[in-house]
C-alpha cells in the first residue's frame, strides 16, 4: 500500500515511515525538503498519485496565532482538493489530546480545532490521532515554566506517551478502517506534571528546582486537573517514561 506522510521527515513523521516502510508497504516522506509543500501545494499531485492513504503530521513553523491559523487551514484545504483528485481512502491527521478544550485561550489550539474541523467537513474519509504530550518535549515545557532556575508548574495530571508510540498509534489508525471521527492515545500511565518534570530533569542532570504552583501555567495556558488528560475510551500505549529515560541516556 502506498501511504503519503506529510512532515514525513520530521519527529514523529520520520519514525512513521520507518514504521510503515518495515511492515512493507511503500511509505513516502512529504516534506519541502523532499519537494513536497502541503502550504503551496507544490509537488502534491504527483507524491499522492496512486496512495491509498495520507497522513498529516506537519506542524506550522511558527505557534504565532495568525501563523499557525493560515498554515493549518491552507495545508489542509490543499491536502484534501489533492487527495479528491488523487481518489485517497483515508487522511489520517495527527492533533493533540485537550484541544477542544484549550482552544478559547490558544491560538494554536484554534487553528488545530479548525484543520481538524476542516478534515471531518472534508470529501475524503478520515481519522483524527489526538496523542498526549511527548516524552521528547518535556524540557521545553520546563524551560517554558523557568524564572531565576527554579520551574513553577500547576500540579496537574499528564498522560504522555514516546514519539515512537505516536508513530505506531498513527500506522495502526492508517491500515484501519477510516473511523470518521476522534481516536485518542496515550502513554501507560498518570503522572503529576511537576514530579514527572522534576524526574526529567534530574535524570539528564538537570539542577533546576521544580515547584509545585497552583498560580502556574502550562506553556502559558491555565489547565485544571485533568485538561491535559485524554477519555476513558483511550488506547494506552507501552513504552514507560522510566524505559524511555534509560534510553535516551543509553544514546547519549
Known amino acids: 500500500m502506498k501511504i503519503v506522510v506529510v512532515g514525513g521527515t520530521g519527529q514523529v513523521g520520520s519514525k512513521?515511515?520507518?514504521?510503515?516502510?518495515?511492515?512493507?508497504?511503500?511509505?513516502?516522506?512529504?516534506a519541502p525538503s523532499t519537494g513536497v509543500d502541503s502550504l503551496t501545494g507544490e509537488g502534491l499531485a504527483e507524491a499522492l498519485a496512486g496512495a491509498a492513504a495520507v497522513v498529516d503530521v506537519s506542524n506550522s513553523p511558527s505557534t504565532e496565532d495568525d501563523a499557525a491559523m493560515d498554515f493549518f487551514r491552507r495545508s489542509t484545504t490543499h491536502l484534501l482538493e489533492?487527495?479528491?483528485?488523487a481518489r485517497v481512502g483515508h487522511h489520517v491527521v495527527l492533533s493533540v489530546v485537550g484541544t477542544d478544550r484549550l482552544?478559547?485561550?490558544s491560538g494554536y489550539s484554534r487553528a488545530k480545532s479548525t484543520q481538524e474541523g476542516l478534515v471531518a467537513a472534508g470529501p475524503i474519509p478520515y481519522t483524527i490521532v489526538r496523542a498526549t504530550q511527548f516524552f521528547e518535549f518535556l524540557r521545553t515545557i520546563a524551560d517554558s515554566a523557568t524564572v531565576d532556575a527554579t520551574?513553577?508548574?500547576p500540579a496537574v495530571l499528564i498522560r504522555p506517551m514516546a514519539a515512537v508510540d505516536v508513530a505506531r498509534a498513527l500506522a495502526v489508525a492508517t491500515l484501519g478502517d477510516p473511523r470518521n471521527g476522534i481516536l485518542e492515545v496515550g502513554g501507560p500511565r498518570e503522572f503529576l506534571l511537576p514530579d514527572l518534570i522534576r524526574t526529567a530533569l534530574t535524570a539528564r542532570?538537570?539542577?533546576?528546582?521544580?515547584?509545585?504552583?497552583a498560580t502556574a501555567?502550562?506553556?502559558g495556558l491555565a489547565v485544571d486537573e485533568r485538561t491535559l488528560l485524554p477519555g476513558e475510551a483511550a488506547v494506552a500505549h507501552d513504552v514507560r517514561f522510566e524505559d524511555w529515560i534509560i534510553e535516551t541516556a543509553a544514546k547519549g
Open 205 to 213: 542532570g538537570d539542577a533546576r528546582q521544580v515547584i509545585a504552583d
Open 151 to 153: 520551574v513553577r508548574l
Open 103 to 105: 482552544a478559547p485561550q
Open 16 to 30: 512513521l515511515v520507518k514504521t510503515l516502510t518495515a511492515d512493507g508497504h511503500e511509505a513516502v516522506a512529504a
Open 217 to 219: 501555567t502550562y506553556l
Open 82 to 85: 489533492a487527495e479528491a483528485d
